[in-house]
């Protein structure tokens, strides 16, 4: 008789053994009705430590990725929302500035006196038969 399994004695033997190590070869595949603690308690204490510290590794990269990337990190997303306030407030103080500005306009428009004032004081206008006197500050002496 030719044997293709020495170690086998007949053929129930073999059938016993191949049942043995498909066993032991299927032993710590996820079956699918099992839930996630129940596969981690199959695995051996040494796979289950690697396992957990794989998990923690990887959680914790995501962590740093997730408050430190470059780009769409929540830093980032700070710092631009602090920029965005910035420029809100520029914006704000720039629209008060203008509307003060356009009163003052309607004022020198409307006012002749107004109009008066600001032609003397800023461009140096001056009447007809009008005369400026420019006197020596006292600080200057020498």
Known sequence: MLRLYPNAVDLRDFLILNRRIYRIRHQFQP???TEPEIMLENLPQMQ????IALATALGLALLWWV??????STVHYHRIQKNLDEIRTDISRLEKENAELRAEIDKIQKDPVM?????RKQFGL???NEMIYQFDSKDKKN
């Open 31 to 33: 079956n699918p009705t």
């Open 126 to 128: 001056i009447r007809k």
């Open 48 to 51: 289950r430590r690697a396992l």
């Open 67 to 72: 408050v430190f990337a470059p780009t769409n």
């Open 115 to 119: 109009l008066e004032e600001v032609a």
